[in-house]
């Protein structure tokens, strides 16, 4: 894991590189030690319907959610949450200084008794690792 869901306003489609931002923050996920690659999933989903701020059209907006499985202590999980964010800042820096937005991230514990999970990517890759 981590689970890591993006957010944007409709807004910013032609003026941010939403699937780099994707690629960025699955490669920094997985740069981390505190994060199994194998585990690492991230998805943006586009809102088409939002007000922001004063509601001026210009106003954009990027809010990342990161999912993680309860245990980790605290002072690894905000320096992980710094590291994804720094990247995620340098990615869409262009972006930042040429209009108004507003760049958020949240990074939360999922209690593992009420989640259950199956994944055959681990699986996959190490074969693939093995035989490539």
């Known amino acids: 894991m981590p689970h890591i869901s993006v957010e944007y306003s409709s807004n910013l489609e032609d003026r941010a590189d939403i699937p780099g931002l994707c690629e960025v923050l699955r490669r920094t996920?997985?740069?981390?030690e505190v994060f199994p690659e194998t585990g690492v999933r991230v998805r943006a989903f586009?809102?088409?319907h939002y007000a922001i701020a004063d509601g001026d059209p210009e106003n954009g907006f990027v809010d990342i959610?990161?999912?993680?499985?309860?245990?980790?202590?605290q002072d690894v999980k905000e320096a992980a949450t710094?590291?994804?964010?720094?990247?995620v800042k340098t990615h869409l820096a262009a972006l930042i200084a040429a209009r108004p937005v507003m760049v958020s991230m949240e990074m939360r514990d999922i209690d593992a008794r009420l989640a259950p999970k199956l994944n055959t990517v681990t699986a996959y890759i190490e074969g693939k690792r093995a035989h490539g």
């Not at 996920?29 to 981390?32: G, N, P, R, T």
């Not at 959610?65 to 202590?73: F, H, I, M, T």
């Not at 710094?82 to 990247?87: E, G, I, M, T, V």
């Open 46 to 48: 586009r809102a088409d």
């Open 82 to 87: 710094a590291a994804l964010f720094d990247a």
């Open 29 to 32: 996920a997985a740069a981390l």
């Open 65 to 73: 959610s990161v999912r993680l499985r309860e245990g980790r202590a």
